[in-house]
């Protein structure tokens, strides 16, 4: 079993002069039910090696057991300090792929050409495709095999307005992750602000928010059982 995991290159917070990147507990927490789960995990980003982090998911009220057991496992920290880039990275050999969130992809990876390949690649290889929290960014321009979005007809979630208010982010980010999926057609579903909440949808999982993240990372195994 082969996931690729992509994280974004981003690290800048709009113009507000602070830094934002990849949420810890999106990737830790994934990583590892994956790894506990005997996959073998591939990392890749926009821009190769080292991904930028969220400074705010490394703060201590922010820390999990996935974050606490990633500080201690140096195998871990090296492999995502060489991240493969995106551009040449194929679906090929792999059986499905997760995104972990961050206010990052909402400008990079929402956007990259090659993200928008892999995804519509695994969707029409019928391959899972997962996303928690900010990470349903990218399928804002995905198209899915009959030219509609990707999401157009499919019970999605993602970061809520309410949570995206709640952060006082609402008029930095560069669109709102909620309003984007019901406007490529997808029907939006979520839960309690911070609470975790996750949808499967055929081969597509998405998860809220970062309590979402283990649960996401599960509902994507479940497919390859």
């Known amino acids: 079993m082969n996931i690729l995991m992509v994280l974004t290159s981003h690290d800048q917070l709009g113009d507000t002069g602070k830094k934002t990147g990849f949420w810890l507990e999106e990737f830790a927490a994934p990583y590892y039910v994956f790894k506990d789960a005997g996959a073998s995990v591939t990392l890749a980003s926009p821009k190769g090696g080292q991904p930028p982090l969220d400074p705010k998911s490394d703060a201590a009220d922010a820390q999990t057991d996935a974050t606490r057991r990633f500080k201690d496992d140096a195998d871990a920290q090296a492999q995502l300090a060489s991240t493969k880039r995106l551009s040449e990275v194929t679906i090929d050999g792999f059986d499905a792929v997760f995104f972990p969130g961050g206010h990052g992809p909402l ?96 081969k597509l999982v998405t998860g809220q928010n970062p309590a979402s993240s283990e649960d996401a990372a599960k509902a994507l195994l479940k497919l390859l059982a």
């Open 107 to 202: 400008w990079d990876l929402a956007e990259d050409a090659d993200a928008r390949r892999l995804i519509e690649g695994f969707a029409a290889a019928d391959r899972p495709v997962g996303a928690v929290c900010h990470a349903p960014a990218v399928f804002r321009h995905t198209q899915g095999p009959d030219g509609k979005p990707l999401v157009s007809g499919r019970r999605v979630t993602g970061f809520t307005n309410t949570e995206e208010d709640g952060v006082g982010l609402t008029d930095v980010v560069p669109f709102l992750v909620e309003d984007m999926l019901k406007a490529n057609g997808g029907t939006y579903e979520k839960g309690a602000d911070w609470a975790s909440f996750v949808l499967t949808d055929g």
